[in-house]
């Protein structure tokens, strides 16, 4: 059995992706403190290994030819692009240099799945679910925070029109409200769960659990600042974030015996664009 929960950025994934970017406000000078607010929008690039998943041992695993420890290659989810709102903080340190911290609404990604989960063996052809039914997705959601930091260096003088920024940095990722669709949920557990607890010597329900595991992961970004007027500024950038992370999916009886466990490993990689309008507040 085996359930691989991102294939894009919630998770975007999910994300995958992610909550709001740096970007350069109106002019900026040392000691001022600029505050943005705007529209961020997220599309992952992943690139994903294949489920690893291992059963619980059954003296009835080698007369059926299920093996406990296999990879699924068949299932593959997608998150899809995202689009939240950001709010900038960000302080010069001096004309040409800023320190940046970024937060925003965690959006909340829902992935949709494809392919068979089944056992190896003969038995995968009784004991099998189609994760891509339309009553299945989206099948999982998730809830992505990624609280920025970030140095940024500014190009031309403090009053230009336009100035050009690259920045680099990081970010602390880590998701909440992880949970499959109750379909889905009710049909992992009926279609894997009994038989698997039955294996097991083990009696009542069963329930699937997932988790993704926190992450910290670097940001680099470039984008252009547009000053509007002497406090108002307009800012536009792109910005990648190298995002890998794992999703365990457990499967336990009702005693808490664990019958089965799934681990991916999730590579998000998303491209951000954000537009954002910013407030100067001179220092």
Not at 24 to 43: E, K, L, M, P, Y
Not at 99 to 105: D, P, Q
Not at 166 to 184: C, H, K, N, R
């Amino acid at each position: 059995m085996s359930v691989k929960v991102g294939r894009r950025a919630p998770i975007a994934l999910v994300a995958a992706l992610l909550l709001a970017l740096p970007a350069a406000g109106g002019a900026g000078q040392r000691g001022d403190t600029i505050v943005q607010f705007g529209w961020v929008h997220s599309h992952p690039l992943d690139d994903n290994a294949p489920p690893r998943n291992t059963l619980r041992d059954s003296a009835l695993f080698p007369v059926l030819g299920v093996d406990s420890a296999f990879r699924s290659e068949e299932i593959a989810t997608d998150a899809g692009s995202a689009d939240t709102l950001g709010l900038i903080v960000k302080h010069f340190l001096s004309d040409h240099w800023a320190l940046n911290l970024t937060v925003g609404y965690p959006p909340t990604s829902r992935l949709r799945a494809t392919g068979t989960v089944a056992p190896t063996g003969p038995t995968g052809l009784l004991i099998n679910l189609d994760t891509g039914r339309p009553e299945f997705n989206p099948v999982a959601s998730a809830r992505q925070w990624s609280p920025i930091v970030l140095l940024e260096r500014h190009f031309g003088a403090p009053d230009a029109p336009l100035r050009p920024f690259l920045a680099a940095g990081g970010t602390f990722v880590f998701f909440t409200e992880v949970g499959f669709s109750d379909a889905f949920d009710e049909a992992v557990n009926r279609r894997f769960g009994v038989p698997l607890a039955a294996a097991a010597g083990r009696t009542g329900r069963t329930r699937l659990d997932v988790a993704l595991d926190p992450v910290l992961a670097p940001v680099v970004a470039g984008g252009l600042g547009f000053r509007l007027s002497e406090r108002w500024g307009l800012t536009a950038q792109l910005a990648f974030i190298p995002l890998e992370t794992t999703a365990t999916v457990t499967l336990d009886a009702e005693d808490g015996t664990r019958l089965g466990t799934s681990r991916t490993r999730l590579r998000f990689d998303p491209l951000v664009v954000s537009v954002l309008l910013g407030y100067r507040f001179p220092g």
